[in-house]
T-cell receptor
Framework: DTGVSQDPRHKITKRGQNVTFRCDPISEHNRLYWYRQTLGQGPEFLTYFQNEAQLEKSRLLSDRFSAERPKGSFSTLEIQRTEQGDSAMYLC?????????????????FGPGTRLTVL | KNEVEQSPQNLTAQEGEFITINCSYSVGISALHWLQQHPGGGIVSLFMLSSGKKKHGRLIATINIQEKHSSLHITASHPRDSAVYICAAYSGGGADGLTFGKGTHLIIQP
């Protein structure tokens, strides 16, 4: 399977613990995105990387959230001192961005998500 | 007000019916995505379009850039089409992530 993979698929943790999620993008893709989806809502954008550079992180929900993509391949999303409000599905997507005519081609492919439950 | 609005929020129809889901957006976009999400969370990209119309099997997506409106149609609907359909706008600049609608929960009854 050469799609986007995420690990773990499910995580249950106690409030105050740190958690780390991993995303492995499609290998030739240069962009990687993290989204969060709470129950009954559409996903919301958190951050993204162009290769190893994190180009946008102002949408990260608080300073407890951080993400890395150290070698421009897989990425990790860490949440420190988890709170019950952090319970959600965390989605990763990757894309190969290129410029076509006057537009930008950026079709994102999503992983299965990591469902976090904070007790 | 969400920058991407979908309607209806919930739709129940009988097998074989023609389905239309609408999406309106207030942001400038370079592309609009239609996504399908099944129970359990996995999201599949159905279409990405910036103008006109695209067709894949029984699915058709249209977009009117001037009116900032897109529609997803399903012909000859089937119970396996039951899912949440999400519209997402890509602005191509700024924060660069997708801006999502809340989704339309579609149930096709046999």
């Amino acid at each position: 399977d050469t799609g986007v993979s995420q690990d773990p698929r499910h995580k249950i943790t106690k409030r105050g613990q740190n958690v780390t999620f991993r995303c492995d993008p499609i290998s030739e893709h240069n962009r990687l995105y993290w989204y969060r989806q709470t129950l009954g809502q559409g996903p919301e954008f958190l951050t993204y990387f162009q290769n190893e550079a994190q180009l946008e992180k102002s949408r990260l929900l608080s300073d407890r959230f951080s993400a890395e993509r150290p070698k421009g391949s897989f990425s990790t999303l860490e949440i420190q001192r988890t709170e019950q409000g952090d319970s959600a599905m965390y989605l990763c997507a990757s894309s190969l961005v290129y410029f076509e005519g006057q537009g930008t081609y950026n079709e994102q492919f999503f992983g299965p998500g990591t469902r976090l439950t904070v007790l | 007000k969400n920058e991407v609005e979908q309607s209806p929020q919930n739709l129940t129809a009988q097998e074989g019916e023609f389905i239309t889901i609408n999406c309106s957006y207030s942001v400038g976009i370079s592309a609009l995505h239609w996504l399908q999400q099944h129970p359990g969370g996995g999201i599949v990209s159905l279409f990405m379009l910036s103008s006109g119309k695209k067709k894949h099997g029984r699915l058709i997506a249209t977009i009117n850039i001037q009116e900032k409106h897109s529609s997803l149609h399903i012909t000859a609907s089937h119970p396996r089409d039951s899912a949440v359909y999400i519209c997402a706008a890509y602005s191509g600049g700024g924060a660069d992530g997708l801006t999502f609608g809340k989704g339309t929960h579609l149930i096709i009854q046999p």
